[in-house]
């Protein structure tokens, strides 16, 4: 799997933010962030709790507002123009922390809804897509049921199998594997690597440093709403530069 | 794995056990007896108290009801029919049967009108009760208002045929609009079906020939027909200019109607909607509403109150969470107003103040009023529990719906409110239940529903001046077949839409 860390990324920018900053009231979350996202880069963005990690990738398809500073997604300016919001969320898939899938729809309908009233999308053609990205994350079988009746591991792979639906062209992780037990893990981490491998442009926010090193183009350490440091995978871990790093993957990687 | 010995501490099952039944004492009528009713000291002494109390009860009600009389002229006869003995005067149902039913002045060669709606309501009703029902049936449900008004009132068949065509054009055109624009959409339809409506009248009023000598309304009719053809030929532009030339052509031709029909009023013509005097052959004889009454009359306001309330209680619910400020101020206020003022209150502002503040002349049905108000009220009530509803949803499911691109309708009308929505079951159908019971209290502002009528023309006749306990008995029991059918059904509901935890 080491070489999938190798495919070539382009160099056409998937993602531009500048100068980015949020506040929640008073408190300053985000600070100056500027980060540029070939398209093809796999980025895996860590950091303690509290450090603005996952609110960086919900700023981007816009479930967050920033206040200054800008925000280029597949080349249209995030604004608080309704459309062009609606534009960038149906370009940009997002899997969440508890999975967020609609308890009263079916996994099906889950996968179907967005494609038919987002895209126009016939409900057949919506159908076999769905048939297929369901395969793809190895579910077929339970495409009738409903989430409740499924295990956390499951969901969490209809949601992503959900965002796929959707043909985007960039994939939002908020620590997909956060909430599921050890050994469902793998099996989310496992879809995860597979559309890593097919090129996919990926942001995952994980505390999965494994997944980091096989998967990730570059990782990213942010602390109290600043990117403190950014490099290559093996570079990041084996060699960090800032002392807070080194604190951090001491903390983490040291049991 | 090598048979070597086992040390003792290790174990390894190598037959399961098979399962038993229990022991006989814990199966039967026998354990639920004893388990039940006479677990303890305590609990025989309850159960023996109750068994006393329920006989009680029935010996002094089921003579009453079993010698009850049922084909008497007046209470004085029933006595002597009875000689004494205890027995209820049931007959006092089978003599006013039509008026507890249908109110006293309702023409009884009529009353096969409103029994025929009520008959088609269970039809319309059923689809949207019973959603496995094919969807193709809602087509009678939204015709059913109009079928439903035509047999009741009665009239020129013009008058619901005028008001499903202003609500068909109003949704066309908003179907056409909604695409670019909600609030678009949403003016233009409503601004389409009032202009329908208005012109409507005015030919119900004057008769069809008023279309040709009238220049003016003539006019509003080209304006009419321009406006719907701009709708549809410009239906895919979404630049400013087609917008501009349709905001304008709608504004011309809503001065237009509104001055001609404001003119009349102005200058003292009647405007008297009714138009019963000429209706073509399809007019059925006009029953005026102050001729409505008995149970008619609260299972009319009943259903329409609720059926109304429902969507206005979600608006304002959604109002309520809104954004913008003046919308959520507005929804605020009017909940809030509305839950701090009794019913009664309201009835008595539909029924007197109402009509100072209307223009003199004007002749606004009692029923019309005495339906906002309640609707009104149910409405706030409904906003509320909705709220909770919406409250009780997990931030993620928003956020999901964003997250996919869904806009604010459709992450409200897919994701959101079916949720919401069936949180919302149980206190919905609390409000509903009140509400039909709370509809006898027009009773108080002179109009003859069931209760009203008990009240008034039947105590009050010399033949049955009285009998109150097999009237008031009768009204709780048609009263309760329908509520605890409401309740039934909400329960099946709720039942069939659990899918997130089983």
Redesign the interface.
């Known amino acids: 799997m080491a070489e999938a860390a190798q495919m070539p990324v382009s160099d056409e920018v998937a993602i531009e933010i500048q100068k980015m900053n949020k506040w929640y009231g008073t408190f300053h979350v985000l600070r100056d962030i500027d980060l540029t996202v070939y398209r093809g880069e796999r980025i895996v963005i860590c950091g303690p709790s509290g450090s603005g990690k996952s609110t960086l990738i919900r700023c981007i398809n816009a479930l967050e507002e920033h206040q200054t500073g800008s925000i280029t997604v597949d080349g249209t300016l995030l604004s608080s123009d309704l459309k062009n919001i609606d534009k960038i969320r149906s370009e940009v898939g997002m899997c969440f922390q508890h999975f967020n899938l609609f308890p009263h729809l079916t996994i099906m309908e889950n996968c179907t809804l967005a494609p038919i009233w987002v895209r126009k999308i016939p409900k057949r053609e919506a159908e076999e897509t769905a048939m297929h990205f369901l395969e793809k994350v190895k579910i077929p079988d339970q495409a009738n049921k409903y989430p409740g009746q499924l295990s956390g591991g499951q969901q969490q792979r209809v949601a992503i199998a959900r965002s796929l639906c959707m043909r985007p062209r960039i994939m939002l992780f908020d620590e997909p594997t956060s909430a599921l037990d050890p050994e469902m893990i793998k099996e989310v981490l496992d879809t995860m690597i597979e559309l890593a491998e097919e090129g996919m442009t990926m942001l995952c926010v994980t505390h999965e440093m494994g997944f980091a090193r096989q998967v990730a183009h570059r990782v990213i350490f942010m602390d109290a709403g600043q990117i403190v440091e950014q490099n290559e995978p093996e570079e990041f871990f084996n060699n960090p530069k800032s002392e807070r790093t080194k604190l951090f993957l001491s903390q983490i990687l040291g049991h | 794995m090598p048979d070597t010995p086992m040390r003792a501490a290790a174990f390894v099952r190598h037959d399961q056990i098979p399962p038993s039944p229990p022991p006989a004492s814990q199966t039967g009528i026998v354990k639920w007896v004893r388990e039940n009713l006479f677990p303890s000291i305590g609990g025989t002494i309850l159960t023996l108290v109750s068994i006393w109390m329920i006989y009680t009860l029935l010996v002094s009600v089921l003579p009453w009801t079993f010698s009850g009389v049922w084909s008497t002229g007046s209470l004085a006869e029933c006595r002597e029919v009875l000689q004494g003995r205890i027995g209820a005067c049931f007959s006092v149902l089978t003599e006013r049967w039509n008026q507890l039913l249908f109110g006293f002045k309702y023409p009884s060669d009529l009353y096969w009108r409103p029994t025929l709606a009520f008959v088609l309501l269970l039809a319309a009703a059923a689809p949207v009760l019973f959603f496995d029902l094919p969807r193709k049936l809602l087509i009678f449900t939204a015709l059913y208002p109009f079928i439903a008004f035509y047999l009741i009132w009665g009239g020129t068949v013009w008058a619901p045929i005028c008001a499903l065509l202003g609500f068909a054009g109003g949704y066309m055109v908003y179907g056409r609009l909604v695409k670019d624009n909600f609030a678009m959409g949403l003016f233009g339809g409503a601004a389409m079906a009032v202009m329908i409506w208005l012109l409507g009248a005015h030919l119900l009023n004057h008769g069809i020939a008023l279309l040709f000598s009238g220049p003016l309304l003539f006019a509003t009719g080209v304006g009419v027909l321009a406006v719907a053809a701009l709708f549809f030929r410009l239906r895919r532009s979404q630049s400013a200019a087609s917008a501009a030339i349709i905001g304008g052509a709608v504004l011309t031709g809503w001065l237009a109607i509104v001055a001609s029909v404001l003119v009349p009023v102005v200058f003292g013509n009647e405007i008297d909607a009714g138009g019963a005097q000429q209706g073509g052959s399809f007019a059925l004889e006009a029953v005026p509403s102050r001729d409505m009454g008995g149970f008619m009359l609260n299972m009319l306001l009943g259903v329409v109150c609720v059926s109304l309330s429902l969507p206005l209680g979600i608006l304002l619910a959604l109002g309520r969470q809104s954004n913008m400020p003046i919308i959520k101020w507005i929804c605020i206020m009017f909940i809030e107003f509305i839950r701090g003022v009794p019913l009664i209150t309201l009835l008595f502002v539909a029924n007197v103040v109402l009509a100072y503040f209307l223009p003199p002349g004007t002749n606004f049905d009692l029923i019309l009023r005495v339906i906002i108000m309640i609707t009104m009220f149910a409405s706030a009530y409904i906003a509320e529990v909705i709220r909770g509803g919406l409250a009780a949803l ?1 931030r ?2 928003y ?9 604010y309708a ?1 992450s409200m009308r ?2 959101i409110l ?2 919401a929505l ?1 949180i919302s079951i149980p206190g919905i159908v609390n409000v509903a239940v009140g509400l039909f019971k709370d509809t006898t209290l027009v009773s108080v502002i002179s109009m003859f529903d069931l209760v009203g009528m008990i009240r008034g023309p039947i105590l009050a006749s010399t033949a049955w001046n009285g009998v109150y306990w097999e009237l008031y008995g009768f009204a709780a029991l048609l009263f309760f077949i329908v509520c605890y059918g409401i309740s039934q059904y909400s329960q099946w509901l709720e039942r069939r ?1 659990a ?4």
């Not at chain 2, 956020?399 to 806009?407: N, R, T």
């Open positions: 997990p993620g499911q956020e999901a719906a964003d997250s996919l691109g869904l806009d459709q897919l994701i079916p949720q069936k839409l899918t997130d935890h089983r």
